[in-house]
């Protein structure tokens, strides 16, 4: 089935929560599914473009994807325009930018399908990503029309293979106030390996040893059921219009 172009903004307030390493996974996993990927990276750490340069050097990156690093938000207006353009295809766009750093960003987040943000079980994490919540609502009221604005998910991110009581209450408190999808990112190897060297697939085809590539494919076959859901998300908002 033809997914088509969908254009999700994932958005963080806080340094620290894992917004990059969850572009890093959705794009890896875009990627392993044959689709094109863009990723603009409006951070002014540029951390997702310097990974794209350093994957490149390493020989972990695919042509099917492309990060472009700006602050223009109408640069990304005019890329996506011209995504929309071309003959129908499978494309994930992903906008990697902070949640209410610049007024100037609401016109581009208007043009996601879907607004996503990572958050730790801990107090700090789930005070900044509710701050993220209010300025969804407030954007709504900032609009001609609120059904406009992008509906919300919440991932749960670092999560450990043993939680500790604290971190469960933490948990259990995102699911009980936060629109969270219900697979989490767990605390993984991998997905520093990531961060450090390129895209999933690539990092796991290039590698001999297998215990390696089991951990790599275990890290990628998360974050396709983590992408899966939020197009769920992003196909049921278009049905309840």
Not at 5 to 21: D, E, N, Q
Not at 195 to 216: C, F, M, P, Y
Request: charged share 25%; with cysteine.
């Amino acid at each position: 089935m033809s997914k088509g172009v969908r254009v999700i903004a994932v958005i963080s307030r806080k340094g620290g929560c894992g917004k990059s390493t969850l572009v890093r996974g959705l794009a890896s996993a875009a990627v392993a599914r044959g689709e094109r990927v863009t990723v603009f990276d409006t951070d002014s750490s540029q951390s997702i473009y310097g990974w794209m340069k350093v994957a490149k050097q390493l020989g972990n990156w695919n042509d099917r994807a492309e990060v472009i690093h700006t602050y223009d938000p109408e640069e990304i207006t005019a890329r996506l325009d011209a995504i929309y353009a071309e003959p129908p295809h499978d494309h994930l766009v992903l906008i990697d930018t902070f949640g209410g750093s610049s007024e100037a960003l609401d016109d581009v987040v208007l043009q996601a399908h879907l607004i996503v943000a990572p958050v730790r079980p801990g107090r700090g994490d789930y005070l900044e990503t509710m701050q993220t919540l209010m300025w969804r609502e407030r954007l709504k009221g900032r609009v001609d029309d609120p059904a406009s604005v992008p509906e919300y998910r919440v991932v749960i991110n670092a999560v450990s293979a043993e939680p500790s009581a604290t971190e469960r209450q933490g948990i259990e408190q995102i699911f009980q106030t936060m629109p969270a999808i219900e697979e989490p990112m767990m605390e993984r190897k991998a997905y520093k390996q990531v961060d450090a060297e390129g895209l999933l697939g690539e990092i796991r085809d290039s590698t001999r040893k297998g215990i390696v590539q089991n951990h790599l494919t275990a890290a990628l076959q998360e974050m396709e059921a983590i992408l899966e859901l939020f197009e769920d998300a992003m196909l049921t908002e278009t049905e309840a219009v």
